[in-house]
């Protein structure tokens, strides 16, 4: 147990320390999983909302593969990625593995089935006059889904956290494709993984209680932002 | 487990070990044998030496096969092992890209490993404190060169993925004979054979003085069974089916070599 | 005058029936068009398919000022106020302001516009409250708060007094039509309320079963239905066939001019033979539902003591208070579609 | 690209071929995590129904904690739940690291955060006054929660497969309380992990294949039974 | 006749606003109590109060006859039919079985017995439709058929008829009154139409503020209001004050029972002076705002055509259709709380 105690005060130890190699895991580890949130939202929130709101063909089959999708192995998308980007693979030439953009991939294929079967079911569970009534008082469609966004800002917001969790939190994809390079591709998960081969336990779990006050900022932020114009809790 | 495997649990041991000795598919070959001659479960903890050896220090193993024998000493002076028998070797070979940018073919070791920190090629670096990471340090060390900079590159994973990452990069690195022969991943063997490059496995049996929960009979059993003839035997026979060569070299009861 | 909105061939379809069918409709500008029909007709379907709303599969054309219009153009003129009042999360002023908002109205600029709009609906000491802590009829005024704010050239009301109380009521008829009669915009109000029809809208649509079936100067749709369903519709909900009345035309009555007697004084008017079916004490008076030999025939007043079920009764009605209907043909029943576009009273 | 479709091919032979090590893993694999998804829906659906529906005290710490949760890196929670069952740890005398017990028990605490997060967010959305009405209409405060629970089945499902997904896909905390013992311990993953590091990158994908594919199962049976009583889509 | 339902000092509460206030009230086995009031009053939050339904913060007590009972007896014996009619996903058939189900009732039973009650409502045709896609009227019905399916021996109904036609309403108000008199079920009804209070209930109960400002039975009430508000609230919307009447009472008329004029007729009655403020024409009518020295007076009736805002004219009202009122003195504002049980009629 004097592990976990000594994970917390190394953990502390090492932010207030400014410690620079921890403080650039953490800030490399937040800058891959903000960015492929937030690719898995601009591809994600679309196609939810839209596998919400109207019925096209094969609208089934993308919530099928989208609740199947957050099944989805790191490993192995790690792998396929890893696939795709070597040297002898159909993407070699841009010489992406074991960058950070290559995280950046992984990353976004993990969070965007997440995104998608969330967002979905978040919208679906709005008044569906909601849309109506919006663009009865004149709102382009544009402006009408923003309000419809608005009104399910809450299981929105689960949404983002559950993608951004997810990415945040994974290590087979982000060792994988990352290579887990000192200094270029390590972050917080891969970080912890390596201290615990070393068997430094404590370190470890101070990456892991690092990598959850990321989580609680990133959701603070978040909420924040949700009830920017937000009315006093029900 | 489930209720078949239940009366055995009772005779279960831990076996923390290295990614390499089952990654290269040995204690698949081994550990059969060793449950139907002793009746002993062996649940394998296949993780780093360094690990290996922490959960050695903190009683959750019974007992260790690792391949870091400054490590070993080390730990083995703190007293809460019992003891440490030599158990087989490979050797670690040092490859790279076919061009060799640095020349280091054929040179001695510490020459080899002089030539690469110079050249400016990439080398790629385990940093795990595995025990190959424990033997190159200590190669940089007799070469007397301080690794560091761009070329110098960690990765904190397993021999496997580190070798991926040396051919994408085309770059250098330490590897153990096995690993390199099952996942060569389009590098070329350079440098081998030199007595600094030998790879030595022990079996550390543990005592109750790391733990009390700590089973030595367990330990001992393995540790007599793993140096034991009908073991070593099987150790000399292994992969040379598939690699036309013996990927360890059983080496019980002879004594310890120099480095 | 001008027809401001209007359809053309308009059908909405869903689930392979059509819910409704509507060839030819046009609203000048600045007239009010109320729109009467029983539940499930169709008239909230007519409204969202006008405004181009919704998820329905909609053909024909929708017109604004004569031309056909998208959605896009139709979004820009138009203000709905739905059957059930829609609010977004968020304080009553914010709502309020919501329509001009969504019309990209800057933030300070439409809650300014929209506050005399939550006083004039007599909430605006709410402002500041949750708008999901409302209460029924409160919500409803917020709701028409925000689509009046919008000073729209269409608006289309989904009956929007249907929760507030009495009083307000009365008084939101005469404030409203003095708003609209200063403003340039055309209304199309839904009502189950033959009385605000007849304060409000110049003229009046009588819908059935997806299909107008009369359309013309309010007055004259409530006083003289073309049917019996356009009948039933503006309450003559008692039908007299030829066969109990010996004349030639279909008759029918509100059930507050049948009166019930035991006796048959004879006189003007039409007398029915019946049985008593079932005697109802309502408060006020007393309804008496009379079987007859084509139909039952509700009655309702004062008295019917001495009347139990299975008593024979003469149901009388004064001749002034009978309308003839034309015959109910399936053929004629677009008959009342208009030729010409309503006007503006 | 050509390891892929090998790895699609093993995928098929080794089901089809009847593997009975494969069949093993796999078996081992869907109990493991749908076990671990019934805890965490055990605990977590009450919890965040109560964090949705009610304004206990803290109500808004255990929100966040369950949206920060999300971001629980898998590896952080295997070594904290394997120093608590280490034999020096409180709970060693049970003897369950490297058991499928343990296993259970870190992806519980993982999926658990995902539950009650996801479940929140679904149950604030359904309108306030159903609850009311369906007590109106005689419900007892149970019949009513179930009422709610069917009409905000869309979502709950989709945070049930957000849970599953996540444990079922996750390596970290498998690897490190299970040990990835063959013929004990080892699931998809970690034979995937396994396979990858042995160089055997075809067999890794086949076994991410197979994973998805139990995904996709869970995600049919869990939508058949979700639309049991359900309607025509909207 | 013993009390069904009551309460004693039941206060809700929300963020510090006292909603609402009631001593006392008690209603007879087998009768019906009207709730009127303007919106906001608190009709729904009494209902909800009554059934212990809801997240307020609510004291006092309820009696289910005569004894203090918790939300568990309550909900056995309660069924209330919300302001707006709250389905679930799934078919009208189903909906309409959900009282019984979620009283433990088998599948097969629920739907055999539910579906005479959709049928009675109208809506026995939408079995299979899937609920969400009903009109505004259909699904109040469907709400409606599921609450009496239960045959609950408390009914709450909250604006019950809202939604519906004219024509059905009339004919829902004679079943419903049948109905109810065949079952030993007592009422409570929220409306805001004293024709459905006059039709249906035994007493009316007039909440304004939270507070009921008078109680007893509905012909009474209605017609013989006993303060300003109570007055406003049955139609006597027009107050006429000491200063402009010379009388020492406060007096109260309703606007169709004020005639304007632009000379003084000496005769019976009262006459205020005048100036017409506005003129608004309401279809069958026009009504005259005129402004008198203590307050504003709405006319309502035929005429009013010669006139324009500024006019000086003289309102009339005849002696028999102004009521006297007693002062609007706050301490009187329980004065009309019921000293025994409301009677079924
Ligand atoms: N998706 C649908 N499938 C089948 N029928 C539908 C669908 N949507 C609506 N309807 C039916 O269309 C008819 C017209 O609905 P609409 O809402 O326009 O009625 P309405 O005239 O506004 O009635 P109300 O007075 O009750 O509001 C109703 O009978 C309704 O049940
Ligand atoms: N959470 C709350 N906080 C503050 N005020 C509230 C809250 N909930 C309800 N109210 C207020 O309590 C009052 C009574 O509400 P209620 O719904 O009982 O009114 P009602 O008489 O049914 O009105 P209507 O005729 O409009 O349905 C309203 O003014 C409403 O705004
Ligand atoms: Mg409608
Ligand atoms: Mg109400």
Known sequence: MDVLLDGFVQAVQLLLGGDAATWAITGLTLRISLTATVIAAIVGVPLGAAVALTSFRGR???????????????????LFVTVLLWRSGPLGAFGLLYTPTAMIIAQ????????????????????????????????????????????????????????????????????????????????????????????????????????????????????LVGQRQAVPSR | GSPAAAPSAERSLILATTTSTQDSGLLDDLLPAFTADTGW????????????????????????????????????????????????????????????????????????MTRIARSGAVFVSRGDDSGTAAREKA????????????????????????????????????????????????????????????????????????????????????ADWITGPAAQQRIGEFGRAQFAQPLFVPDAGKPEPVP | MTSRIGCRDLRVVARGRELLHVDRLDVAAGAVLAVLGPNGAGKSTLLRALARLGRHHVTGEVLLDGSPAGPREMRRAVAAVLQRPILRRGTVTANAAAGLRLRGVGRADAVRRSVPWLDAFGVGHLGERDARTLSGGEAQRVALARALAVAPRVLLLDEPFAGLDATTRTDLLADLRAVLDGLDTTTVLVTHDRHEARALATDTALLVAGRIRQLGPTEHVLDRPADAACARLVGYTNLLLPAVTGRLAVLAARPEACRVSTEHHDGDGIAVMGTVRRVVPLGGGTRVDVDTAAGTLACLGPGGEGLEPGRAV??????????????????????GDPADVVHSG
């Not at chain 1, 089934?60 to 790690?78: D, E, I, K, Q, S």
């Not at chain 1, 965007?112 to 909601?130: G, S």
């Not at chain 2, 991926?164 to 330490?174: D, M, N, P, S, W």
Request: aromatic share 4%; proline share 4%.
């Open chain 1, 60 to 78: 089934r089959v993308v919530l099928a593969a989208a609740n199947t999708g957050m099944g989805l192995p790191p490993v192995v998308v790690g």
């Open chain 1, 108 to 223: 976004a294929v993990i969070a965007t089935p997440i995104v998608v079967a969330l967002v979905a079911a978040a919208v679906q569970q709005v008044d569906p006059d909601f849309l109506v009534q919006m663009q009865g008082l004149g709102a382009t469609r544009g402006r009408a889904l923003a309000a419809l966004f608005g009104e399910a800002r809450l299981p929105l917001l689960a949404a983002a956290m559950a993608a951004f969790g997810a990415v945040v939190s994974e290590v087979g994809a982000a060792q994988m494709v990352g290579g887990n390079l000192a200094g270029e591709t390590r972050v917080l998960t891969t970080a912890a993984v390596l201290a615990t081969s070393r068997g430094e336990f404590a370190l470890a779990i101070a990456f892991g209680l690092i990598l959850l006050m990321i989580a609680f900022a990133v959701n603070l932020v978040l909420t």
């Open chain 2, 41 to 112: 479960q062996v649940k394998t903890v296949a993780v780093g030496s360094g690990q290996a050896i922490e959960l050695g220090r903190r009683g959750e193993a019974d007992v260790l096969l690792v391949h870091s024998p400054d490590a070993e000493k080390k730990f083995v002076a703190e007293g809460t092992a019992g003891r440490r028998l030599l158990v087989m070797h490979n050797d670690f070979v040092l490859v790279g890209p076919p061009a060799d940018p640095a020349g280091i073919r054929g040179t001695g070791v510490a020459d080899a």
């Open chain 2, 139 to 222: 190669l940089w060390q007799q070469a007397g060169v301080t690794p560091g900079g761009e070329w110098y590159q960690e990765t904190g994973q397993g021999m496997g993925a580190t070798l991926r990452v040396a051919a994408e990069k085309a770059g250098y690195t330490l590897s153990d004979r096995a690993t390199y022969l099952s996942q060569s991943a389009g590098l070329t063997l350079l440098n081998e054979g030199d007595p600094g490059l030998l790879n030595v496995y022990h079996v550390i049996e543990m005592t109750t003085k790391a733990g009390n929960r700590v089973q030595p009979e367990a330990g001992a059993a393995f």
């Open chain 3, 314 to 335: 003469v149901v009388t009605v004064a001749e002034a208070d009978v309308r003839v209907l034309v015959e109910d043909d399936p053929a004629l029943a677009t008959c």
